[in-house]
């Protein structure tokens, strides 16, 4: 499977096919696809490639590159190529076009004469440099790269809600432990690491910066000497990291003076508070992912297709955005974040679905009021988005099984193969909590998630999961899980 899929668009494209062939010659990182028609170009699911080679002159389709940019839109960078660049004319054609396509991501031009000249191969070789680089930059493509056929490994840990007095007197040793077993006794390569939420007790400052230096620790034993390392840990928020005090400002009067004075309101004065219950979470995500999106996105929820050179899409939730002091379990997901999210592009559905969450549906599908309370329409838009694999927490158990995305459907075990209509859902245990904090019977741990790949397609997931407590780590009841996917 090629890592870059590049369009030719060149009405004059057969004349010049040894030209585009140059540039690609013997690199099997590209794939390229040619439009022999302007019909052929209107098909295209633009998002679908990485970059477009678009000739600046379309005059034997009858159209022009104007015609080009508006459909292609912000969808794919483009590069334009022409055989004959002229400064003047070739680029007040290409401003004037430009100008009326503001949203075009304009990411290079090709000189085409260059690819006959003898020296051919240096300019193609700067050129699929360039490709690569802007392309990866463009895409947040992530620097993993694993062979077509290497499993993903993926340590899916959850609710440590460092700060709680609640804590295992055991688990002051959790992150080494787990370390040191996955590295020395395992001895296998994670490249994930998933943090299914309560990261803290309570949200507060303090209690974030234990655990960034708790997980800093964990991170650098297990993702070490990579410089990636950051955007290889993934996480959501869960409903002990919001800061209530924070997210009740709505609800207070404060009144400036010497001394000045608070008191409560009997409703909320609306001014949109809420959002800032989680914002040491967004400081703490971002110190410790660098992703911008902890910054940027809204209602913390976006798709991270960083990795989407590896077969894989992570669909980031924050089920915790109503949580507040007066609605302290309104754990669901907006349904015009749902509605955007399955318009999203890019759309690819060949890429295998990763929903990350604190909390997640039922047990059994009846609902214990700890659930997402908008279960239905979560489900709806997983079957828009062809979502396969759920990871949550927040139950403090350990739970692998199949759910039914349709109200007919039916909880079965996680084994065999997941069908059309189906997601996987995978519920990790705390790493830290003490046996009053979990549910009966379930022990601390971790759990460990192999997804064997196939030519660069998720073939099947199989869920280790291993107790943390008194003894030596090892597998807990029921583990390990295996589902086929395709
Ligand atoms: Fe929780």
């Known amino acids: 499977m090629a890592k870059f899929r590049i369009v030719v668009v060149d009405d004059q494209y057969s004349a010049r096919r040894d030209l585009y062939k140059n540039i690609f010659s013997g690199d099997a990182d590209f794939s390229v696809i040619d439009c022999e028609e302007w019909s052929?170009?209107?098909?295209?699911?633009?998002?679908?490639?990485?970059?477009?080679?678009?000739?600046?002159?379309?005059?034997?389709?009858?159209?022009?590159?104007?015609?080009?940019?508006?459909?292609?839109?912000?969808r794919c960078p483009v590069w334009l190529a022409s055989l004959r660049w002229n400064q003047t004319l070739t680029h007040s054609h290409i401003s004037a076009a430009l100008s009326g396509a503001k949203d075009v991501v304009l990411a290079g031009t090709i000189a085409l004469e260059n690819l006959a000249f003898p020296s051919w191969e240096d300019h193609a070789f700067g050129i699929r440099s360039q490709l690569r680089i802007v392309i990866s930059r463009m895409r947040?493509?992530?620097?993993?790269?694993?062979?077509?056929?290497?499993?993903?490994?993926?340590l899916h840990l959850s609710d440590p809600q460092y700060g709680d007095p609640g804590q295992d007197d055991l688990a002051f040793l959790a992150e080494q432990e787990v370390a040191?077993?996955?590295?020395?006794?395992?001895?296998?390569?994670i490249h994930f690491i998933v943090i299914t939420g309560d990261v803290t007790f309570s949200g507060q400052p303090h209690e974030f910066d234990l655990a960034i230096e708790r997980l800093q620790k964990l991170a650098s034993r297990l993702l070490p000497n990579r410089e990636d390392w950051r955007e290889r840990i993934l996480m959501v928020p869960g409903n002990h990291d919001v800061d209530f005090s924070l997210a009740a400002a709505d609800w207070i009067e404060f009144s400036i003076g010497s001394p000045?004075?608070?008191k409560p309101k009997s409703r909320s004065s609306g001014l949109g508070h809420l959002r800032y219950g989680l914002q040491c979470f967004r400081d703490f995500a971002w110190k410790l992912s660098n992703n911008p999106n902890w910054r940027d996105a809204?209602?913390?929820?976006?798709?991270?297709?960083?990795?989407?050179?590896?077969?894989?899409?992570?669909?980031?939730?924050?089920?915790?955005?109503s949580v507040g002091f007066d609605s302290p379990?309104?754990?669901?997901?907006?349904?015009?974040?749902?509605?955007?999210?399955?318009?999203?592009?890019?759309?690819?559905?060949?890429?295998?679905?990763i929903a990350i969450s604190h909390h997640g549906p039922s047990v059994d599908g009846n609902s214990s009021g700890e659930d997402l309370n908008n279960w239905a329409q979560i489900r709806k838009s997983f079957q828009q988005r062809k979502i396969k694999l759920l990871l949550h927490g927040h139950g403090h158990r350990r739970?692998?099984?199949?759910?039914?995305?349709?109200?007919?459907?039916?909880?079965?075990a996680a084994n065999g193969q997941l069908e059309a209509g189906e997601v996987m859902r995978v519920m990790a245990p705390t790493t830290h909590l003490d046996e009053t904090m979990r549910s009966e019977g379930d022990s601390r741990g971790f759990n460990l998630l192999t997804l064997s790949r196939h030519h660069g397609k998720v073939e099947s997931v199989q869920v280790d999961s291993y107790e943390l407590s008194d003894d030596h780590p090892h597998f807990a009841d029921g583990s390990p899980w295996k589902v086929r996917i395709i």
Not at 45 to 62: M, T
Not at 140 to 154: A, E, P, Q, V
Not at 330 to 338: E, G, P, R
Not at 399 to 412: E, N, Q, T, W
Request: include cysteine; charged fraction near 30%; proline fraction near 2%.
């Open 329 to 353: 379990k309104n754990y669901m997901i907006n349904s015009d974040v749902l509605s955007r999210m399955v318009e999203e592009s890019p759309r690819d559905e060949s890429l295998f679905g």
């Open 260 to 262: 000045g004075t608070i």
């Open 140 to 154: 947040h493509r992530g620097l993993l790269d694993l062979d077509f056929d290497d499993s993903i490994k993926i």
């Open 180 to 189: 040191n077993f996955i590295q020395n006794e395992l001895d296998v390569n």
């Open 399 to 412: 739970i692998a099984d199949i759910v039914p995305l349709s109200k007919k459907g039916r909880y079965r």
């Open 40 to 74: 052929d170009f209107c098909k295209l699911k633009f998002s679908e490639y990485d970059a477009i080679i678009l000739d600046v002159n379309l005059d034997d389709w009858g159209v022009t590159i104007s015609d080009a940019f508006a459909r292609i839109g912000s």
């Open 298 to 321: 809204d209602d913390l929820i976006w798709m991270n297709d960083s990795f989407r050179h590896l077969g894989v899409r992570f669909i980031m939730l924050n089920s915790v955005a």
